[in-house]
């Protein structure tokens, strides 16, 4: 039980679709199998509340918050939602990401950018923002912020030019945070998912999801659990001297060259 005491925030915790498990739900089944009371952030509650259901019955425990955590407003309210309920935030999961569509720096729109800073930027930057005080109270932390291979690694004509730019900026915020309070004990850490398959993806074709799995070097598909379990790991103690690391969950894939 590595995270016993512990109050953690997931955002992105439901699972698109509301069935199976993607990689946010995951991230919160594992915090509570590990003892953790964990707030299920998500923009649709139903997706949330399956996943809530999920770790009721297994036995752990969970609430959950529908938020738009592109909004301030709806950050700080999240934030505070889970001292209210559970006294205390120890571990932050920052989930939330999208391509936002576009394509190069030619070709993505103002709007593109925009909302794909808001997205998978500016969203981490605001829970960060309200959580890290509640972590200083609680005397440690462990925030932990979800990035993508494709930050090192884009797409040749295929690249979504903010998606990417923003994902590498998830790394420079969390070089920054580990930097800026270390000494508040708090550390912060990156994933770096790769070819995942998730249930967002369960609409694909078979030749894609071929493609995918043999674009990476281990002869195994990565799934939600994955990217769980390294979640588990970077918010438990067993972490307890790593921070401002990034850390690729992606088969070796930014080990190949790069895609024709």
């Known amino acids: 039980m590595r995270l016993t005491g ?5 955002s992105g915790a439901g699972t698109y679709g509301g069935s199976g498990v993607g990689n946010g739900a995951a991230a919160a089944i594992l915090f509570a199998r590990e003892g953790a009371k964990v707030l299920l952030v998500d923009a ?5 509340e399956a996943t809530a259901q999920i770790i ?3 036995g752990g425990e969970a609430s959950t918050a529908t938020a738009d955590v592109t909004n301030p407003d709806d950050c700080h309210n999240v934030v505070a939602a889970a001292v209210e309920r559970y006294g205390a935030v120890h571990i932050l999961h ?3 990401g999208g391509g936002g569509g576009g ?3 030619v070709e993505a729109t103002d709007e593109d950018w925009y909302r794909s800073a808001s997205v998978n930027l500016m969203s981490m930057v605001n829970m960060c923002r309200y959580a890290v005080p509640h972590m200083k109270n609680a005397g440690s932390g462990s925030i932990i912020n979800v990035s993508s291979v494709t930050a090192l690694r884009p797409k040749p004509g295929r690249s979504s030019a903010q ?5 590498s900026a998830v790394v420079g915020l969390t070089r920054a945070l580990a930097l800026d309070h270390a000494a508040d004990n708090i550390r912060a850490n990156c994933i770096m998912p790769g070819l995942m398959w998730t249930p967002r993806l369960e609409s694909a074709s078979s030749a894609s999801r071929e493609m995918r799995q043999s674009s990476t070097p281990l002869p195994v598909e990565g799934q ?3 990217i769980g ?3 588990l790991f970077l918010a438990s103690d067993d972490a307890r001297f790593i921070t401002g690391v990034t850390l690729p969950v992606d088969g070796g894939f930014l080990l190949t060259s790069a895609p024709n």
């Open 56 to 58: 009721t019955e297994e």
């Open 94 to 96: 920052n989930n939330v």
């Open 224 to 226: 939600s659990w994955d």
């Open 44 to 48: 649709v509650s139903e997706w949330a």
């Open 6 to 10: 512990k109050v953690a925030i997931v």
């Open 229 to 231: 379990n390294a979640a």
């Open 163 to 167: 998606y990417t730019v923003n994902k």
């Open 103 to 105: 394509g190069s720096v």
